[in-house]
């Protein structure tokens, strides 16, 4: 099994390379959207108890339980069907890029190549800028301030089940900075780059 993980910025065009790379290694692609689907159509999960939401996702680490009340309903219910969902994934794919979710650390055991994308301020506020949802009219500093909200978000979902650094490169095989790049034609050398990372965990 090999599995490519890609944890982003806001704005850099993480989502986007995630798509490209499976489809130049003809691999599944999964993201947000697709897991949040698939958690959604399996089984509910109904109230579950402190004891079954830490054996969901590794909450123990220097962290009470009390500490995250508040995402004891609702939100920690989705988190968990999230996670199941991506180990679901895990085991009927041979192969798979699989965007955002922590998926880094829900599937560590599979022991999976790790990218995070990001890029400068100015190009991730120009990239939103240019695929923003139809109707949406923010200036670049409510751009900026969105980004950053966002990336809060992912910072904060992230210490929900991990106790590592969300964004710090110790935590990741490759960095990629899309900052004034064509996505399109950072695929091919990266995807280069995994195969023989790939090769190299085979001998």
Not at 32 to 56: F, G, V
Not at 87 to 111: P, T, W
Request: net charge positive; glycine share 6%; with cysteine.
């Amino acid at each position: 099994m090999q599995i490519i993980t890609i944890s982003r910025e806001f704005g850099s065009g993480g989502r986007e390379f995630g798509k490209r790379l499976a489809q130049s290694l003809g691999w599944a692609y999964y993201d947000k959207d697709i897991i949040l689907n698939l958690a959604q159509s399996n089984e509910k999960i109904n109230e579950l108890s402190e004891k079954e939401l830490l054996q969901e996702f590794p909450i123990s680490f220097g962290k009470t339980f009390s500490s995250l009340s508040i995402f004891r309903n609702s939100a920690v219910n989705l988190v968990a069907k999230e996670q199941r969902a991506i180990r679901s994934i895990a085991k009927r794919e041979e192969n798979f890029v699989i965007v955002g979710r922590c998926a880094d650390v829900v599937l560590k055991k599979h022991k999976p190549f790790n990218l995070f994308i990001y890029a400068d301020m100015n190009a991730k506020i120009k990239r939103c800028k240019k695929h923003h949802p139809k109707g949406e009219k923010l200036t670049d500093k409510e751009m900026e301030k969105k980004i950053k909200q966002v990336d809060s978000a992912r910072r904060k979902y992230h210490e929900l089940v991990s106790t590592e650094k969300w964004g710090d490169k110790k935590n990741y095989h490759l960095l990629i900075n899309t900052s004034g790049a064509d996505i399109e034609s950072l695929v091919a050398p990266v995807s280069e780059y995994i195969k023989t990372y790939f090769d190299g965990k085979k001998k």
